[in-house]
């Protein structure tokens, strides 16, 4: 049986085919559409008869999106509802490290992720080997990670966090008195968390004896080298180019952009945060510096909205799910997300910290 609270799945192709074109007719054209649609179905047939869960990221493309999730939303979002679900089968359309964490919060059901490319940058951009080193170097620290890592590296970690709770979490530890905060592996959310906290950042590419010099009363978040290869290329003069040709826009951007970035758009947050802004404010137009299929998402979701298309840069790892893997992942029941029982342990731990503190 389906979860309570999931989006409605329609039951016959006709069906499938009437909801997006609901949702989608003014975003892609027909033809895609009916495309879609038989996909779309078959997924929803084959889903039921498996008793699975399909988990669509917000960054998912808007003919899979809107079509067979029974959930959608951000990282943290999802994994809340993968902790909880009565499915059999969990289908994680998003990336792999997305998946891990659906595993490592409900190991006894079988995880797919249905593309074997789906990485990050970030994710690859930190091992636990390094972790441990850290450790070494900066001992006595917290070592927070981002959900945006392997499991592996969850598993060295004491705190995770996603992009819509870094700061509560950071400002938590600050509370509980801790100088020292190891946060990974994203320079960019590191400084940006930094900032709004109002603690000092520190790089560990930085020198020991700019360690040293710190003054020890004083809290530090410690930064990692690691980047998102889509956020990090958004520049002041993108913004600059928006605010010019739409001075009423409203810009949002990922708190994964540069510092410089987030000191120039409107406002900074999560997917969710984003996904709420549009649907609760009223503003002329809305620009997103952000996975472009996001702006497609919610365009196709609030129609009323005028949402402005910057689409140079896409998330080639998000951009390997679709309906077609999607259909055969089901099938051949590929591409099972497999954990070893100490790692889920060990980086279950971190993860349910980080949820205690939403
Ligand atoms: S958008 Fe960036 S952080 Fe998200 S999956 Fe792609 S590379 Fe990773």
């Known amino acids: 049986m389906p979860d309570s609270a999931a989006l409605p799945i329609p039951a016959t192709l006709d069906e499938t085919l009437q909801l997006m074109r609901t949702r989608l007719s003014h975003v892609i054209p027909d033809f895609e559409i009916q495309a879609k649609a038989e996909i779309a179905h078959k997924i929803n047939l084959l889903k ?5 869960v399909i988990l ?20 943290l979002q999802l994994s809340v509802v993968a902790s909880k679900t009565q499915a059999d089968v969990i289908v994680f ?12 919060l409900n190991p006894v059901k079988t995880v797919l992720v249905p593309s074997e490319k789906a990485g990050c940058s970030l ?32 598993a060295e970690s004491d705190y995770c966090c996603t992009s819509g709770n870094a700061d509560k979490v950071v400002k938590h530890l600050i509370a509980e008195g801790k100088k020292r905060i190891v946060f990974l592996p994203d320079e960019y959310l590191a400084r940006n968390t930094a900032k709004d906290v109002g603690v000092r950042y520190f790089a560990a590419t930085d020198s020991d004896e700019d360690y040293a010099a710190l003054p020890a009363d004083e809290a530090v978040v410690i930064g990692w080298k690691a980047r998102c290869e ?5 520049t ?51 620009a997103l510096l952000t996975e472009c299929s996001m702006g497609d998402n919610l365009a196709a979701e609030f129609p009323h909205r005028e949402m402005i298309r ?6 080639k790892h998000m951009n390997t799910i679709t309906l077609e893997d999607t259909l055969e992942g089901l099938r051949k029941l590929q591409y099972r997300v497999e954990l070893s029982d100490d790692i889920i342990t060990r980086a279950r731990t971190p993860i349910d910290r980080m949820i205690s503190i939403r």
């Open 48 to 52: 039921r008869e498996m008793n699975a």
């Open 56 to 75: 669509g990221h917000n960054y998912m493309e808007p003919a899979l999106y809107h079509s067979v999730p029974d959930y959608t939303g951000d990282s």
């Open 93 to 104: 359309c998003g990336v792999w490290f997305m998946g891990e964490t659906a595993k490592i």
């Open 123 to 154: 994710a690859e951009g930190i091992t636990a080997e390094d972790v441990i080193a850290l450790r070494k170097r900066f001992p006595g620290a917290i070592v927070v990670s981002y959900v945006n890592t392997y499991a592996s590296v969850k």
């Open 230 to 234: 889509v956020h990090e290329l958004f």
């Open 236 to 286: 002041v003069e993108d913004v600059e180019n928006i605010r010019k040709q739409y001075p009423d826009a409203v810009i949002l951007a990922h708190p994964e952009c540069s510092p410089e970035v987030i000191a120039k758009v409107d406002i900074s947050g999560s997917t969710k945060l984003m996904v709420d802004y549009v649907r609760d404010v009223d503003a002329p137009r809305y």
């Open 310 to 315: 910057s689409c140079t840069l896409r998330c």
